[in-house]
Every structure is written in structure tokens, then in C-alpha cells.
């Protein structure tokens, strides 16, 4: 073999080897996608006077993915009791929390974030509440979801229905 076909040779090896960490590098690129995690901090009952006026949930909002998220709004949901039946119905939207505008994750960082769900907005009805989760809905339309709230966020859930249930029924 002549010096110029093995320049050849080696070349075209090159650019193949080239070719195909682009094809790699791309299809990695299209692949990864935000990943945020919800966090549980804190639970508390925010009162109004004698009332109970809402649930106060702290949550830190983490992005582990190497390309940055934006969250459009955090819901809470979870599966209701039936009053007739001790067992959990199909899950439903217990309360929404506006966000002033999107809310940017950069890559690999977190955020704490206070949530403020109003008792009047809050759709818990005649029955107690279980399995709460917070969802995160991404601006890619992916839902990220928090582990079940332990049970301390459930008694808060139940008793700031009971408490204005009585609050109506002394008025």
C-alpha cells in the first residue's frame, strides 16, 4: 500500500469514529431530561383568629438533571375516604398553588419553597384524606410527584376540615 491510500484509510476511520460519537453525543442530548425531586420540610396550620385558615406545606424543589426545569405549578392530591366506606377512592385535587410565573431550576440545585393552601380553595368536602402527594407540573409537561406526606400532614388535612365544620355549625 502506497503512503496516500493509507492516508486515506486513516481518514475515513477518523471521520467514521467521528460520525458516530456526534450520532452518541446527540442521541444523549435528546435523552436527558429535568429530573426534579419534592422534598417534604415542614407541615403547619396557619389560624386566622380562633379559625383555622389554611395548611402551610414547606417543600424543596431539586433539580438533579444537567439541563435546567421550570416548574408552571405545584398541586396537592390525594385519595379521599369514603364517608360509608373506610376504603380510598380515585385520586383527586385536594389544592392548588399559584406560583407568581415559572419557577427555573438551574442544573444540579434546589429551591425550598412555601406552599399556602387556603381551607375555602381546598376541596377535602365530607371526607378525610389519604395518600397526599404534591405534584410539580414541568413546563415539558412532565410530572414529578413527592413520597406520600406522613401521617402528622394527613391529621393536619382532617382536623382543619373538622375544625371549620364545627366553626360553621356553632355560627
Known sequence: MSLPVIAIIVSCASALFTASNMTVSYLTYRRVRPLVAIEILSVGRRYDGERCSGVDVGVRLVNRSPSSATVERLVMKGKIKSVR?????????????????????????????????????????HADAGQVRVYAELSTGRVARSPRMLSFLLEALNDVRRENALGKAQE
Do not use: C
Open 85 to 125: 366506606r373506610q376504603r380510598l377512592r380515585r385520586l383527586r385535587t385536594i389544592g392548588v398553588h399559584r406560583l407568581g410565573g415559572p419557577l427555573t431550576l438551574e442544573p444540579m440545585a434546589g429551591v425550598k419553597h412555601d406552599l399556602k393552601f387556603n381551607v375555602h380553595e381546598m376541596r377535602l368536602g
